[in-house]
């Protein structure tokens, strides 16, 4: 892929951004920004896409410090939608407008409204809902595409799915911290109170509203400032001591001043943090089969011996009919309260894989496969645990396909120092 970023802010794009406290910017004259395989972006796409982003981001106004970097940010943004709408083209995939409009009038329900509601009040704030509908649609479209090209590839173990679950336990039985982090790059001792000083005005800006993701995604040299510098939850223990004894300090909210590392600087920001989750009443998720007391206890027993391989635990249409008059029914993950006394015993006893004896008792014959437990911590279930670590390696091969169609197109940046400065 051919790119060449050069200059900073267009004069034309500073026209429509530097008054976005006021919903309504003076009319400017329009230029290319960029061009995608022929296909342009305007200065207008990137004021309404940064409109966008403060919308969601819940920014009320930009400092002029931090307009660069949101540009940029917008700008890239768009030109991956490009990229992404470009190849569904080139494999005949189209996203029809109703699925577009399902998508918006979700979004909308989610904050109690309407489609109306959701155009009028991004028009308030000064964005076309079209911006929106085409990120849906670009989104919509590398989705499906990449799930149809990858799907098949993405496999997940027993083992990694264990492994992800005492993770879990781990993290949920500490204290945990959301952050981000800025990485300032100290090549040699020489260099790091210059860095130091880079690293206390970055904080000075965003003290006067600068958001920390624009300024990360601009100049940390950390991998994670693809995402705004973010880190995600962490434990203190996971942590490097220096940077764990910080964390551990700040409250939420609040950002570190730069912290000596290995050839850099870095500065943390404590977004969140969540005490250590004390364990609390076990919970079950089983498969249960029944059958009236008036049956043959022999029949009862011959048939319920098969359910261990109903698939009950999995959500599956039952792979065996366990006889005439027994019923199998796949319980969600529910408190040990919310069952009948006279099971809490063998709930408590059985291992998961595990089927119980046959209980008597009000005048009809129970059996119990146990699927999944929960000591207390409200652990998601395992098949949500796979689920989220299919998505996860689903992300990882979208991200580099991403990067293999950049690298095959031709992507031209127009805007130049020499634009800035003339206004032109």
Known sequence: MSMRLVGCVCAAVLAGICG?????????????????N???ISTFDIRQRMRLMMVTQGIPELPPEAIPQFQQQALRELVEERLKLQEAERWDLQIPDEAVQEELANMAAQGGGTI???TRDLSSQGVDVSTLAERIRADLAWEQLVRGRFGSRVSVTDDEVESTMEDLLATVTADQYLISEICLPVSQASEQEQMYNIGMQMIEQMRRGAPFRALAQQYSACPSAARGGDIGWVVANDLDPDLAAVVTRLG????????????????IAVRQHRPATQAGEPGYMVAYAGAPATMDRAEVEKGMANLARTNACNGDELSIDLGSGIGVTALPML???????VFHDVLANLEEGKVSDIIESEGAYHRILMCERDAGYGLPPRAAVENQLRAEELELLSRRYLRDVERDSAVEMRLSQQDDESGS
Do not use: C, F, H
């Open 335 to 341: 408190r040990e309260s919310d069952y009948e006394t």
């Open 38 to 40: 022929d296909d342009p």
């Open 252 to 267: 939420e909210g609040n950002i570190s001043r730069p912290i000596p590392q290995t050839g850099m600087l870095k500065m």
């Open 20 to 36: 976005m406290a006021q919903a309504a910017a003076q009319p400017v004259g329009e230029r290319v920004a960029a061009v995608v």
């Open 116 to 118: 109306e509601d959701l």
